[in-house]
């Protein structure tokens, strides 16, 4: 990488002080004015970073995103990926889901700190398909409960649908959720569905087969929005998706909605890499964090959990 001009080194370093003063108007003068000359600057564990500027705008965190939640639905179905690296999952999501879905749905993508390059990427496909797929970059870090949550209140359609990179469409599985959503009383739709297992006072999961269900898995997960906003949105302490989903799902019920899978959905699974390629520590941490928060909010509420077969 071209090293930064020497000039602009003093000025990351200048902000660096101003950020340690809490004089944050000052440091976003700076980085204004490095952003001017063509770099960018993001905080690091050692100090500070400075890389060439993309040719996008890069937010500096998730609280810069265009907060739409209280605007009306203006279109009827997006479909949000977070996008965390692996460029090459993200092609091929997007290509396979613009194939098959119905023209009118759009994919609302947030690209934290291009891993990988997988921000770039992003904007080539946004170019590609100018008014199908809207891209937004933050700086980051961020989790993905934050980053969820802050796609979901960027989000103006009436169906928001949670989709991982890894998930691969093969048909039009957009047109069966939008239609078991038909139905007022189902505030949720998708691919996976998982029920508690009452039987060792909540401590794991089975499947949860076709029907209504206890939670969807976020492979493929839509939900209404309004109904989404309403139970909190996805938990902004959840750093990784595992088990969050399940979090979200619960908290839909809890708040009176139904949640159905459709497991014959025309869609594949390729490798899950924020599982199978994260650090295996952080991710094992993340995930008992936030069941052992799931079980403290809802443990024993078998009321919201959806009806069994005897």
Request: proline share 7%.
């Amino acid at each position: 990488m071209i090293p930064p001009p020497p000039e602009l080194a003093v000025l990351a370093e200048r902000r660096a002080q101003a950020r340690a003063a809490r004089d944050f108007a000052a440091a976003d003068a700076i980085r204004d004015e490095i952003a001017a000359a063509g770099w960018t600057v993001r905080d690091t564990a050692g100090g500070w970073e400075l890389a060439p500027r993309p040719p996008y705008d890069v937010l500096p965190s998730l609280a810069a995103l265009p907060d739409r939640s209280a605007e009306p639905d203006i279109r009827r179905c997006t479909v949000a990926l977070l996008v965390e690296g692996w460029p090459d999952d993200l092609r091929r999501c997007v290509a396979a889901l613009l194939r098959h879905a119905p023209a009118d749905v759009v994919v609302l993508a947030l690209d934290i700190g291009n891993a990988d390059g997988a921000g770039d990427a992003l904007h080539e496909v946004a170019r590609e398909h100018p008014g199908r797929v809207e891209e937004w970059h933050v700086a980051g870090p961020a989790g993905w409960g934050a980053a969820r949550g802050a796609l979901l209140r960027l989000d103006p359609a009436g169906v928001h649908v949670m989709v991982e990179t890894s998930t691969i469409f093969a048909g039009d599985a957009i047109t069966p959720v939008l239609a078991a959503l038909d139905d007022p009383s189902v505030v949720a739709a998708g691919w996976r569905g998982a029920n508690v297992n009452r039987d060792d006072a909540w401590r794991s999961l089975v499947d949860g087969g076709a029907g209504e269900v206890d939670a969807l898995l976020g492979y493929l997960f839509a939900v209404r929005r309004s109904a989404a906003l309403a139970a909190g949105g996805p938990h902004p302490k959840a750093r990784i998706y595992r088990n969050a989903d399940i979090e979200l799902s619960l908290a839909l019920r809890a708040a009176g909605g139904r949640l159905v899978a459709l497991p014959d959905l025309p869609v594949t699974q390729e490798r899950h890499r924020g599982y199978h390629d994260g650090d295996p520590t952080v991710r094992d941490r993340e995930s008992k964090r936030t069941y052992d928060r799931l079980l403290q909010r809802f443990r024993g509420r078998d009321d919201i959990l959806a009806p069994r077969q005897l």
